[in-house]
């Protein structure tokens, strides 16, 4: 496919066009523009008012030698702005936090105890700060909610001036599917515009997808790392912020469900009995919603507001171009060094222009997919398929990938060294290589090694004042020069298309269930840290996050299903899930859960049914837990072999049932069906009931 320009259509430039497969994604969600392109998408509740003017005074008025001391849950008190030196080290910026935490806790106790007594002109500055909410009891409590906020003015600007590189790539997607313009501020909260930026936890990109989650939409495999395209996580992030609207219904919950996940809103929504984002941010309680979620959608406000000023806030300042290619698809497997002597194109200019291919790509450890679409100047020659297959002999494609890459041991290196660079654990490695878990390793031996990159924290922007104009040589797709590099992966795992209701296979579960222990380790650390000291440096701020605001409490997972035992002990039955499951989880035997629920032996269990549990044997959280695996592995399974590309609906007709509608499609998952149309009760379908369908490619078939 010849492919030539940029991804816009304004100043001028030269269009990059869609994907069939794009377009066809397109054409599907054309039936919910209506519902999702609203007057008011983004609404901007008064009650909120004083949290979203707090993170845009962090967004513009302190850089990341300053910071605010507040209070946690009501930002418009602020006691302090601390400014330090820009060559003070963390300890010296931590201790200055301290001591300010101090002074202005003891503040707190003395006007809360000070009753009608005469106060010091800072201690009546504090009183007056909290106004009538200032009771004693309330200043009390708030000694515990002393939060320091580092400033984010010189992270901001440097995004707003990246931004212009695939802001008409991002509005053309999010148009295309009917959604808000507004979404496209987004990667100003969670990378400052940084496609090479990575987390501690393992998210990655411009728009900081888990690796779980992007494997629904995005290849991620061993040669490609789709998360790090700014082009194709866009049109990822647009499919998942469209799902995350279906399932909760407006956008502050879609947007606050990016960062905390989809069931964990469903869960606050479905508690306080309403949608009101005001409501539940000041209202809604539980222990992964925390200071990051309540304080989501407010930090995307902010964001919207400087976008759309930002002279107001950092005066004139010049964006960078657009982007700007041409694209080939390539006709077989063939090795980079191939490509590059065929194309007569230099090494460093492809790399820049295909962020998505890993470290085993340009090492020749692995070849470039068959049918990925590789980025080229522009202003070079123009190529198609055919043209490039002419230019190669047979000898150079090959039918498939080549042997997996291996980690080749370092002097030094032992088990849980090289486990914590690829983060897994040292049992995990060991397992992977048939070794005990204290054996030695040579210098020179080659193990294998996970396929997650190895952890690193997130690189560090380039500086504002330094960032080039993109160039056919130096695309802004390209990683910053400091980005973290990225490995090779590991071995193939041969996987059969897995059936609905199926077993996961072992390597598979092996596999994820490492990078899953991980992302969980790391996820927390970072818990633990939302309640320890915050960040007192843009090294510290990167090294949890690339994210403008506090780092996620919770997992980004677009799962909607509740899977906790309700207080009664019965739990509502998901897609995929057998009485047989049930009895395993619980340690007894199926007939016992039969007649528990006094259920006839041939009747079957139906989602979204009520079930009685026994839980005498087994804790609910270890049922919980069971349970809660059970569905990993099954998606993991599944989106490693295939991907959502779109969605269509489909009417229900009489007769229809969950089953006729998963054959529709071959190997459709009853889970994914329920996913999406968790309010539809699939165990009764309606004549005429309108029915959102997933519509999935195998991974490697080209799109």
Known sequence: ???????????????????????????????????????????????????????????????????????????????????????????????????????????????????DAPLSADDQRIKELWG????????????????????????????????????????????NLGLPAELAVLPHVESSFNPAAYSKVGAAGLWQFMR????????????????????RSTEAAAQLLA??????????????????????????????????IARIVRSYNSRTFGFASRNFYVSFLAALDIDRNPEKY????????????????????????TLERALRIDADKLRALNPALLRSVWDGQ?????AYHLRLPLNGSTWTRELLAQRLSPAEMFAGQSSPPRYRVQRGDTLTSVAVRYGVSADTLARLNHLRTGAQLHAGRTITVPETPPVTVAAAAPPAAAAPAPTAATSPAAPAPAAPALTAATPRVALARPSPGGAVPAAVAQRESAEDAAVAAAAAKSRTAATSPQPVSAAQAEALSPALGPAAEAEQNPDPNDYSVAHDDTIR????????????WLGVS???????????????????????????????????????????????????????????????????????????????????VQQYNPDVDLADLRAGTQIVMPRVEEVGSGG
């Not at 000694?143 to 010189?154: H, N, T, W």
């Not at 992007?214 to 790090?228: E, F, H, K, N, Q």
């Not at 290619?325 to 077989?332: G, H, I, K, L």
């Not at 039955?573 to 395993?584: I, P, S």
């Open 1 to 115: 496919m010849n492919s030539t320009g940029s991804p816009g259509g304004s100043r001028g430039s030269i269009r990059w066009p869609l994907t069939r497969r794009w377009v066809f994604a397109a054409l599907s969600w054309l039936v919910f523009a209506p519902a999702l392109a609203q007057d008011n998408p983004m609404p901007r509740p008064p009650q909120l008012e004083r949290d979203v003017q707090f993170w845009i005074r962090v967004y513009t008025q302190i850089d990341t030698n300053a910071g605010f001391l507040h209070d946690q849950y009501n930002l418009s008190v602020i006691y302090d702005t601390l400014h330090f030196a820009p060559n003070t080290t963390p300890a010296e910026r931590e201790r200055q936090v301290d001591q300010a935490r101090e002074r202005y806790g003891g503040a707190l106790r003395r006007v809360a105890d000070a009753a």
């Open 314 to 337: 950092f005066g004139a300042l010049q964006r960078q171009s657009e982007a700007r290619f041409q694209e080939v698809q390539v006709p077989a497997y063939v090795p980079m060094t």
């Open 366 to 370: 692995q070849r470039v997919p068959r």
């Open 132 to 175: 009538a909410e200032g009771t004693p009891a309330r200043l009390r409590s708030a000694i515990d909610d002393i939060r320091f906020q580092l400033g984010q003015a010189d992270r901001f600007r440097a995004g707003l001036i990246r931004s212009g590189a695939w802001e008409t790539h991002i509005a053309e997607t999010l148009a």
């Open 212 to 231: 779980s989650t992007g494997r629904r939409y995005m290849r991620i495999d061993s040669a490609v790392d789709d998360r790090l395209d700014p082009f």
């Open 573 to 584: 039955v998901a897609g995929d899930e057998t009485l047989g499951h049930y009895a395993d």
């Open 590 to 672: 199926t007939q016992h859960v039969r007649e528990l629920n006094r259920f006839k032996f041939h009747r079957p269990v139906l989602i979204g049914q009520r079930i009685k549990l026994d839980f005498r044997k087994v804790s609910r959280e270890a049922f919980e837990a069971n349970r809660r695996e059970y569905h990993r592995q099954l998606q993991a399974a599944y989106f490693a072999a295939h991907r959502i590309v779109g969605t269509e609906v489909y009417i229900a007709r009489p007769g229809d049932s969950v089953w006729t509608l998963t054959q529709r499609t071959a190997q459709m998952p009853m889970w994914l």
């Open 243 to 276: 799902y995350n609207y279906r399932v909760l219904g407006t956008w502050p919950l879609a947007l606050t469900a990016y960062n905390h996940g989809t069931a964990g809103v469903r869960r606050a929504k479905e508690t306080l009995g309403t949608d009101d």
